[in-house]
């Protein structure tokens, strides 16, 4: 993979754009170096960090991070609309997501659905509260089948979700 | 050096290829065409559109012919029943969400999803109430629309930035059926060599802005021809309709562009639809320019080079080939003879991925032509010797208003054979019209001494003929003569009399790939295949 | 054992045995319960010796392709010219599955002291533990294990004072089933998007990185240490069914039933006990209809063959599916049919990586078709139909995604054919909205 052609150095410098990649960040990055033979394979290691210092990866991030890699603003794009779990736009405080796939499905995951959209008020899936707490999607299987059904509330994995706990729940969180 | 070869045998026909080849060109060898999209012989495969699964005796399932290699006494059915039901199957999910554009599409007449659904495909859909996926035209650089909805996510285009042209400024975005390619506009598709993916595109998915909706495939002619652009010699197709040339795109030669040109090349054709051309000779007379035949304007051309003494000049194009360059060399034989091209010079853009392929500096195709045939590239020197020599030759140069006024100053008789008409010349005792590249037959010498033939692409306009053709009925005398050479093919055979390095080489032997010259003798290696 | 009930009598507890056990996260903890011997014993051993008793022991692969993984390990090179790789398949996507993701969050011991093992024995120095992006619990805890086994020379360069150097690399996915195939995997690994690759060339000559690899499942290299401890004799013993199916299988349980979870079991179990005896049976009041035995990318098997059949992998394919994973989806008689292959087709149509045709535009359609069943406007021509497009989709393409599409919707026509004929007659109310 040759170097990022033709991208200057300042491409992410967009106006109001506060790098990721410094201090502390910057360490962990390249402490990751070490552990690849390749740049390349800490792309998606260093969109995880962009994602948890920003909450969602913007089109400046992109750049930085391609720069930082030496991959192309387009190759990085092609990566991270791949993997679901990347936010390509801001989202609620709070990134609700509710396996509905089939083993879950029978056992009442649209019900679970249906009592958060209401509960938090985001009224449909993939918008985000009023208050912007909360942002409410459908997954597909979350590898907790026997313990249905399972939701992610940000990185809080909560197993045996049921209508009823939903308000419970989601008074845990600001 | 012979590799071990491997027998198989292709829908009835037994090949032996080199192990390692892969099922799809053991094919062609059979004169088996095995229907694909993602592969390309330029390109890495990837085996992804699944349209070239063939059956494999033994082989519990369809392989894809693009990846399988070739083992002994493999038996191939291109043909049969289970691999065309599954390339009907491919065609089917093909055509679920590409749009029935074909009266509006530019690929149409040349779309490979058309000709193998002709071919192969069923008759009507089975999709009917659902609506196609659909996603806006977008602009991905200075020439090139993409139109996603029409893309069959063949890949060819990221490969080809990615692994050829080693950029990879195109992706495959999102996943799945809601999957197309993208770019990021902050890189967008302006490499010097982008222009290939449109043709590698196998439907009208990638386009060409300039191309766009000018004219239908079927009516367009197309001749194999070479690109005048610079010295790396790539072969081309001229596509003309009703004589006007409207695009040029890159023909196969493996030893040379492989399946590519550059942009600049590419672009770079309107000059040879330029209407201010000269339309009949003109010969000076009476303090002006008078048209006269092509008899008279011999005679008088025979009379002013007889006529001149002293030193001659010639000043030539280095889009002149070497039929012309060479008879015109001949036509001014005499002690001091300055004979120079022009080489306009611009940046070098190298294809990464491919050895030895670049736009090169040297913009003209015929530099190292030109030098085998005692021409230098001295431009500023021959200038000057315009204001002390007998006989200035102008063939086609492109002339600056400083050279005009000098050639208006020249003390010799100046003749010029040309093909624009301009003002600047009206001094010149002589002002024949001349044959671009696009209307005669030739040959060329690119950079690494291959001699290539293009061919004449659209008529001659008004009575133009060709630089070769003007000198060698001057040379061969007065009135018809056996001597004169009637085609570009003959006048070949004079310049190769008179320079060795171009002797014993019919026209069949260069066919369409060219040959390379090597020391005085044609070589037989670089073979026309 | 059934975490979160207590083991079954008819279970074979072996690696389950400390699930519910927050003390055997610790490394001190693992270590009182036995752990870390197999691996010290294994660093004496030779290369050659490790693979064959894994080959031995008739270990086959716990993520669903059952293929023997000693005899995986043995087409590494067998000397070390470029770096080889292990890389441990932590994926788990297989709807139905939940079986690694315990293994990780309760042993992660069990499972590091495997990749060691599996590591040296494939003379590899770096291992990488491909974890799916929402296991957050499990990377955690795993985080915290590798930290406390690098600590105490369980890892690192010279592991337990061998002179051999083992590192293991944590790697999270990003939310994509399809990085769990194997070739996907290292292609993720490699910082691109997660595309399975065409073999050959196969990873044990050209993997991550282009250097030699293994691929192997959590649970399988959980097994590992077992095996060098116990023996592979031991573990061979352990067959009720087929011969070549040995050792004890993780069954995720889930669906309906009166004790979902997850229970060890020995290969050849009848499925009749775990679907009754330790789950417990349907609900109150219900009875069985369908189970997937494999993750949902196996054949739906009727209650009938599902009571008939032995666990192993013979014994599930000669009741027509497969073991797969061993996520056992159980339906009972209150499921619409319809709409859980609908659910499913969506599911792959959503996972598809598009990179061959048939799968992704075919997962798509079939998806659609379904739709239009539940919305009411099925056609009888949509047997057919969806027929033909999961032949077309069956074994032309780079992974078995669309097989796995195809599967559920083939066996489910065969099977259930009266719920789709109920929608398409109109005389079943529609359960989705009309498009």
């Known amino acids: 993979m040759s170097a990022a052609h033709g991208a200057g150095a300042d491409t992410h410098r967009e106006a109001g754009y506060e790098p990721v990649f410094v201090d502390g960040t910057r360490r962990e990055l390249e402490r990751l170096f070490t552990q690849y033979p390749t740049k390349q394979a800490c792309l998606l290691p260093a969109l995880w960090m962009v994602q948890e210092a920003r909450g969602w990866i913007a089109e400046p991030a992109i750049h930085e991070v391609a720069e930082v890699l030496g991959l192309t603003p387009a190759y990085v794009k092609g990566v991270v609309t791949f993997y679901t779990m990347y936010h390509t736009h801001p989202v609620g405080r709070h990134f609700i997501q509710v396996c509905t796939t089939s083993p879950c499905n029978i056992c009442g995951a649209e019900a679970v659905v249906e009592a958060l959209l209401r509960e938090t008020g985001c009224g449909e899936l993939g918008a985000t509260s009023p208050d912007g707490r909360f942002t409410v999607i459908e997954v597909e299987c979350l590898g907790a089948c026997g313990f249905a059904t399972p939701i992610l509330v940000g990185d809080d994995f909560i197993e045996s979700v049921t209508p009823e706990k939903v308000p419970a729940i989601l008074q845990r969180y600001a | 050096m012979a590799d071990e070869l491997v027998n198989v045998t292709i829908d009835g026909v037994p090949v032996a290829v080199p192990k390692g080849t892969a099922i799809i060109e053991a094919a062609k060898q059979a004169g088996v065409l095995v229907p694909h999209y993602c592969y390309h012989p330029s390109l890495p495969a990837p085996a992804v559109c699944r349209m070239c699964l063939v059956e494999v005796e033994k082989s519990p399932k369809l392989m894809p012919a693009c990846v399988t290699t070739v083992t002994e006494g493999q038996v191939v059915h291109v043909n049969s029943d289970p691999a065309k039901k599954a390339r009907e199957g491919v065609l089917e999910f093909l055509l679920i969400n590409h749009p029935l554009d074909c009266p509006i599409c530019d690929q149409s007449g040349e779309c490979e999803l058309q000709d193998y659904v002709f071919q192969e495909g069923r008759a009507g859909t089975r999709y009917s109430e659902f609506a196609k996926r659909y996603n806006p035209v977008e602009d991905f650089g200075p020439d090139i629309l993409y139109v996603p909805n029409r893309c069959i996510l063949c890949t060819r285009c990221v490969r080809f930035m990615e692994d050829v042209a080693d950029t990879p400024v195109l992706n495959v975005s999102e996943r799945g059926d809601r999957a197309f390619i993208g770019i990021d506009q902050s890189q967008r598709l302006d490499h010097p060599w982008s222009g290939n993916v449109v043709d590698l595109c196998p439907v009208g998915s990638l386009l060409s802005k300039d191309f766009l909706h000018k004219a239908r495939a079927w009516d367009l002619d197309k001749t194999a021809s070479v690109c005048p652009g610079c010295t790396q010699g790539c072969n081309i197709t001229i596509d003309t309709r009703d004589d006007v040339v409207v695009r040029l795109r890159p023909r196969p030669n493996l030893e040379v562009n492989r399946h590519f040109m550059c942009d600049y090349g590419r672009m770079n054709y309107r000059w040879l639809n330029r209407g201010d051309r000269v339309e009949a000779p003109l010969i000076r007379e009476g303090g002006r320019h008078v048209a006269t035949d092509w008899d008279s304007a011999l005679a008088r051309l025979d009379q002013a080079v007889r006529g001149a003494t002293g030193s001659a000049v010639i000043l030539a194009s280095g889009r002149a080939s070497v039929e012309s360059l060479g008879l015109v060399r001949r036509l001014v034989e005499r002690p001091r003879v300055t004979a120079a091209i022009q080489v306009p010079l611009g940046d070098e853009a190298p294809l990464a991925g491919v050895p030895n392929l670049a736009l090169r500096r040297e913009r003209v195709p015929n530099l190292a032509g030109a030098e085998l045939l005692g021409y230098g590239t001295a431009w500023e020197a021959a200038m000057r010797e315009v204001l002390s020599a007998g006989l200035v030759v102008v063939l086609d140069a492109d002339l600056s208003p400083a050279d005009e006024a000098a050639l208006a100053a020249a003390p010799g008789v100046v003749v010029v054979l040309g093909t624009v008409a301009t003002d600047g010349l009206r001094n010149a005792q002589l002002v024949l019209p001349v044959t671009t590249m696009a209307e005669e037959n030739g040959t060329y010498v690119n950079r690494d001494r291959r001699i290539q033939r293009y061919h004449q692409a659209r008529s001659q306009p008004g009575m133009a003929r060709p630089a070769w053709w003007i000198a060698g009925e001057v040379l061969a005398g007065p009135g018809p003569s056996p001597d004169a050479p009637a085609t570009a093919e003959e006048a070949f055979a004079l310049v190769g009399a008179a320079w060795p390095v171009f002797a014993g080489l019919s026209y069949a032997d260069l066919g369409f790939t060219g040959r390379v010259l090597a020391d005085g003798r044609p070589a037989v290696v670089g073979a026309a295949r | ?435």
Request: charged fraction near 20%; charge should be neutral.
């Open chain 3, 1 to 435: 054992m059934g975490y979160p009930h207590p083991s079954h009598p008819k279970e074979t507890v072996v690696l389950s045995r400390y699930f519910g056990d927050p003390e055997a996260r610790t490394y001190a903890g693992w270590v009182k319960r036995g752990g870390y011997g197999a691996l010290r014993k294994a660093l004496g051993m030779s290369r050659e010796a490790l693979v064959e008793e894994v080959k031995a022991s008739g270990l086959r692969g716990r993520g669903g392709a059952g293929f023997p993984t000693g005899l995986k390990w043995s087409f590494m090179p067998k000397e070390v010219v470029k770096p080889h790789y292990l890389v441990c398949n932590a994926d788990e996507s297989e709807p139905g599955t939940f079986k690694d993701r315990e293994i990780m969050r309760w042993t992660p011991h069990q499972l590091i002291e495997g990749c060691a093992i599996a590591a040296y024995a494939i003379g590899a120095t770096h291992c990488y533990i491909y974890i799916r992006g929402e296991f957050t619990e499990p990377w955690q805890v795993m985080r915290a294990a590798v930290d406390e086994a690098l600590a105490n020379g369980a890892l690192g360069d010279d592991v337990f004072g061998s002179g051999k150097a083992i590192q293991v690399v944590l790697h999270r996915g990003a939310g994509a089933y399809i990085c769990g195939e194997e070739t996907a995997m290292m292609n993720s690994i490699e910082g691109k998007r997660g595309n399975p690759r065409i073999k050959p060339p196969f990873p044990a000559v050209a993997g991550v990185f282009g250097m030699p690899t293994t691929i192997n499942n959590v649970e399988t290299l959980a097994a590992v240490p077992h095996i060098i401890t116990r023996g592979a004799e031991w573990y061979k013993s352990l067959c009720l069914g087929n011969p070549k199916s040995t050792g004890t299988k993780l069954v995720s349980v889930c669906g309906h039933v009166q004790r979902p979870g997850n229970y060890e079991v020995t290969m050849g179990t009848p499925m009749r006990d775990i679907l009754y005896d330790m789950c417990g049976g349907p609900p109150p009041g219900r009875t069985f209809k369908a189970v997937i035995p494999g993750g949902s990318s196996v054949p739906i098997m009727t209650r009938e063959e599902a009571e008939e059949a032995l666990f192993d992998y013979e014994g599930v394919v000669a009741k027509g599916s497969m073991l797969g994973s061993a996520g056992m989806i159980v339906m009972d008689d209150s499921t619409d049919m319809v709409y859980q292959i609908w659910r499913l087709a969506r599911f792959y149509a959503h996972e598809s990586c598009a990179q061959c045709t048939q799968c992704r535009e075919g997962t798509a359609w079939t998806t659609k078709i379904l739709e239009r069943i539940l919305a009411g406007n099925g056609k009888q021509a949509d047997f057919q139909l969806l027929l033909d497009l999961a032949e077309n989709m069956t074994g032309k393409t780079i992974c078995v995604l669309s097989d796995s599409c195809a599967a559920p919707v083939v066996s489910g026509i065969q099977k259930f054919r009266s719920e789709f004929e109920a929608y398409i007659a109109g005389a079943r109310e529609p359960a989705l909205a009309a498009v």
